[in-house]
């Protein structure tokens, strides 16, 4: 069985779709800046209900998940190859020990670009058909968005973000075997991960 496509590539997209760069086929951006909601943040974004400190999963960022957690998404941990230098951020790839296809989640601090305005960046680029999909989510009540500016993306491929703070998102890409058991659909495992991430930054990274 031959490997599937690398994990980075979803957050490489990421980048590109936060960007909102104007003139690229496919990526509308908005000429001037929305004016804020009466929630503070632009696009009608929800705002996060108490920013956390991410410097711990900057420094290590595969701390942010434990090998039972890792496990209880549908397979126990292979490696977890850490990526302080990646190009989205800080970034920690979580591979599963399943069978020979490389079936992974990876989960990235998105500092490389401090100007994508968080979560409200994804909400603007859904205001002007940056995205093929949009929903949003919850993860301990902090607000995410399952995204995607492809229309074909393969099954059990997902993107995802939740706020860290109003303006730095933690992102997410799940590339898993979506045609077989033991995983969950892809989103659905990755918002679980959003969920263990944001949990370990409400202990103070411990």
């Not at 126990?76 to 020990?97: E, N, Q, V, Y």
């Not at 002007?128 to 074909?152: C, H, K, Q």
């Not at 099954?155 to 898993?176: E, F, H, K, N, W």
Request: aromatic share 8%; net charge negative; charged share 15%.
């Amino acid at each position: 069985m031959t490997s599937r496509y690398p994990v980075t590539v979803s957050l490489a997209a990421a980048a590109v779709v936060l960007a909102g760069c104007a003139g690229e086929s496919g990526i509308a951006a908005p000429a001037s800046p929305a004016p804020p909601t009466s929630t503070g943040l632009r696009f009608g974004a929800p705002a996060v209900p108490a920013p956390l400190n991410p410097a711990s999963i900057e420094k290590a960022p595969c701390d942010a998940m434990t090998a039972d957690q890792v496990a209880s998404l549908g397979a126990p941990l292979k490696t977890a190859r850490s990526k302080p230098a990646d190009p989205t951020g800080p970034a920690c790839s979580w591979i599963f020990d399943y069978e020979d296809v490389i079936s992974a989640v990876t989960g990235a601090v998105f500092t490389a670009d401090p100007t994508h305005g968080g979560i409200s960046g994804l909400y603007g680029q859904k205001q002007f058909n940056g995205l093929t999909r949009f929903e949003p989510f919850s993860a301990n009540g902090y607000p995410g968005v399952i995204y995607d500016a492809a229309t074909n993306s393969p099954p059990g491929s997902c993107g995802l973000a939740v706020g860290l703070r109003d303006d730095l998102t933690y992102t997410i890409s799940v590339d898993i075997d979506g045609l077989k058991h033991p995983f969950a659909e892809g989103c659905e495992l990755g918002k679980k991960v959003a969920g263990y991430v944001i949990q370990y930054l409400q202990k103070g990274g411990r």
